[in-house]
Nanobody
């Protein structure tokens, strides 16, 4: 059974930083493209960033230069370092396997974790 557990969210002021983690289980983590997605209130879930098994990355234009995606295959864990946070980054952040590393790639699994809430507020 595939399972994703996201953590690390919280309340932060604009310009602040957070580091999210995604612990995955139930499949061979190391061979798949992984991605972060987010869903803001009243909006559809959107793709944020992706990383290949070898560490190749891709980012949405809205987060490029501010967010850094990484992974530790030995720990079946993926990370998202978020710097220079903006009000518009407020959302619930989710992780999933992605079909590819391309922009806006769909998630490969229909099941999602509970996500982790990121709130940027002054």
């Amino acid at each position: 059974q595939v399972q994703f557990v996201e953590s690390g969210g919280g309340l932060v002021q604009p310009g602040g930083s957070l580091r999210l983690s995604c612990a995955a289980s139930g499949y061979i983590f190391s061979i798949h493209v992984m991605a972060w997605y987010r869903q803001a209130p009243g909006k559809q879930r959107e793709w944020v960033a992706a990383i290949t098994s070898g560490g190749g990355t891709n980012y949405a234009d809205s987060v490029k230069g501010r967010f850094t995606i990484s992974r530790d295959n030995a720990k079946n864990t993926m990370y998202l370092q978020m710097n220079s946070l903006k009000f518009e980054d407020t959302a619930v952040y989710y992780c999933n396997v992605a079909r590819n590393v391309g922009t806006n790639a769909d998630a490969a699994f229909s099941g999602w974790g509970r996500g982790t809430q990121v709130t940027v507020s002054s």
